[in-house]
C-alpha cells in the first residue's frame, strides 16, 4: 500500500523534475516523512490533532513541489510553504504536551499565525502591489520579527514545563528551533531571485517528523513507566490495607494463647488467604488462567445484566499470557461499560485472529458517546493495550453506539 502511494506521489513530480532528480529526492523525502510519521502518530493517538497536522504538513508540502515546477509563477520561493506550512508547524509546537489547544493564548497565537499571509496578502492587494517578489520582499523584512516572538513564546513554555516533559519533548522542541533557523535565514538571506538551497530547506523540515516520532517515543515509553508505577502503589495499597492488617491481628491473637482468639487469629488468617486469592485474581484471573481466552469472555457473557452474542474465532489458538489478559480486560471494561452507560440492548464481542495478531471488538447499539478520558477506564485500557504493543480505538458517536476495537500481536510478551 505505501508502495504504491509513494509510486503515485513520486511518479509526477519525476517528470517534472527530470533535470534535477537529486531536488526531487530532498522534496519527496520532506513530504513523505511527514505524512508517514502523521499517520503513525494519527493511528496510534486518534485524540490528538498531532497526526492530522504533521500528515497535512506533508500533503502540503508535496503540493508545492509539484507546483514550483508546473507552475512556477504560482509557487514563487515556497509562497505556499509559507501560507500553510509553517503555521502548521507552530500548531504542533503549541499542541504537542497537550494534543490540542489549551486556553486563549495558544488559540491566539495559532489563529495569528493562520491569518499571518492572508492578511498581508489582503492588505497587499488593496494596495495594488500583490506580487510573488512583493510578498517575498514582506516575508524578507518580517519573518525575523516572527521569529523573535516565537523565540520567546516557547523560552516561556519551556521553562514552565516541568522536568519530565522537558526530557521527553526535547527532540521536538530542538527539532522546531532548527527548522526555524533554517527557514528564517532562507526567507531574508536567499528566496528572492536566486536559486534558493532545496537540500537545506528540506533538511530543516524533515527534522520536524524525526523529533516527533522521537518525542513520541519516548512519551509512550513515559506512559507505560506512569502505568507500572500505578499498577504497583494500587497493589502495595491493597496489601497494606488488607492483607497485611488481616495477618497482623491473627499474629497477635495467636500469641495470647486463648482458645478463643487462637480461633480468631485462625480465621482471620484464612481471610488473609481469600484476600491474596482476590488480589491475585485481580492481576492474573483465576477463570482465565484455568479456562484460557475463550472461557473467560464466555464468562463475562453469563454474568452481564445484558445480552451478549459471542464471535469466537481464536478458541484454537493458543495465546501469550500478557495478550490474553490485555484481550480479556479489553472485553470486561467495554462491556461493564455497555451495561452501566449505554443502556444498551445487545452488546456483540468478536475475537479474530490472523496475520500474527488478536482483535478483539466489543459493539453495543447504546447511546454512544463515550470518551476515552485520562484518568478513566477506556484510558487505562489503552495503556495496557499499547504495553503489549498493540493498539486500542474507541468509536463512539451520539446515537449510534459504541465500538471498541483492541489489536494485539502475538508476539507481545
Known sequence: MRVTAV???????????????WELACLAAAGLLHVEVGLRLWRDRPDSRMGP??????????????????????FAGGLLLSLLHDPMHLHAGLIVTSGRLRGRWDRAIAAAAYAYWPVLAAVALAAGRLSPAGLLGVRAWTY?????FLVGVFTVRYRRAGAGDRRVYAPFWAALAANGLCTAALSTVTYGPRHWPTVLY????ALIPVGAALSAQRAERRRLVDARDRERRRVERDVHDGVQQRLLAAAMMLRQGDPALVARGAAEVENAIADLRDLVRGMNPAVLV??????????IAERARVPVAVDDRVGHVTLPEPVAAAAYYVTMEAVANSEKHAGAGLVTVTLTTGDNRVEVTVCDDGVGGALA???GGLHGLRERVEACGGTLRLSSAHGRGTAVRAVLPLGAA
Open 7 to 21: 509510486a503515485l506521489v513520486c511518479g509526477p513530480l519525476l517528470t517534472a523534475y527530470w533535470a534535477t532528480p
Open 53 to 74: 497536522l504533521l500528515a497535512g504538513c506533508g500533503l502540503v508540502w508535496l503540493l508545492d513541489a509539484w507546483g514550483r515546477a508546473a507552475l512556477p509563477a504560482l
Open 144 to 148: 525575523p520579527l516572527v521569529g523573535v
Open 202 to 205: 528540506a533538511l530543516g523540515a
Open 290 to 299: 484455568c479456562h484460557g481466552l475463550s472461557g473467560a469472555v464466555a464468562a
Open 373 to 375: 478520558v485520562p484518568g
